[in-house]
C-alpha cells in the first residue's frame, strides 16, 4: 500500500520536511521512496507541493497520513475533504473515545432468589520450603590423607613466609672501621 508521508532532512533544531510517496511498511528514509512530491518548512512556513502529482497518487490509492492530509487541505489540493484531521487529542477526547466500562458487583438479590454466595477460599502467602541441611559427607581414609598433606603443606608455607619476614626485620650490622 502506498502512502503520502512527511521525511525529515533537516538538522538538528531545523526541521525541514520531503513531502513523499512510499511504501507504507518501509520507512521514508535514505531515499527508499517512489517519488517526491513536494517540501514543508515548519520554521518559515514555506510549502512547494505538486498538486498535479498529489492528485494522481491518490487516485492511484494512496492514501495521505494525518499532518500531509491537513497540509493538502490547507493548501486547497484536496477539495472532497474540507475537514482536517484533528492530531492532537485531549485527555477528554480520548477517555471518551474508550468508555470505561463498570465492574459489576454481585448484589444480595442473587441471594434472595435462593442462590447462596459461596465464601471465597483465603488465599494465603507462599510458605518458605523448610531448608534441609544434607547429612555430612563421609570422609573415606584416601580423602582425610590428601586433606593432612594439604595441611602440612600450608603449615610448612606459612612458617617460610614467618621466617622470611624475620629475617627482613632483623636489623642489618654494618662494621665501620676507623682510620687513625
Known sequence: MLVIRLFRVGKLNQPFFKIVVTEKKHAARAGRFVEEVGFYNPLTKEKGIKADRVKYWLGVGAQASDTVHNLFVSEKIIEDAKKKINITKSKKEKSAEEPVKPVEKP??????????????????????????????????????????????????????????????????????????
Open 107 to 180: 448484589t444480595e438479590q442473587a441471594s434472595v432468589e435462593g442462590k447462596t454466595k459461596e465464601p471465597k477460599e483465603e488465599i494465603k502467602p507462599a510458605e518458605k520450603p523448610e531448608e534441609v541441611n544434607p547429612a555430612p559427607k563421609k570422609i573415606s581414609k584416601l580423602d582425610s590423607d590428601k586433606i593432612k598433606s594439604v595441611e602440612k603443606t600450608q603449615e610448612k608455607a606459612s612458617t617460610e613466609i614467618k621466617s622470611e619476614k624475620a629475617k627482613k626485620k632483623a636489623p642489618v650490622e654494618t662494621t665501620e672501621t676507623k682510620t687513625e
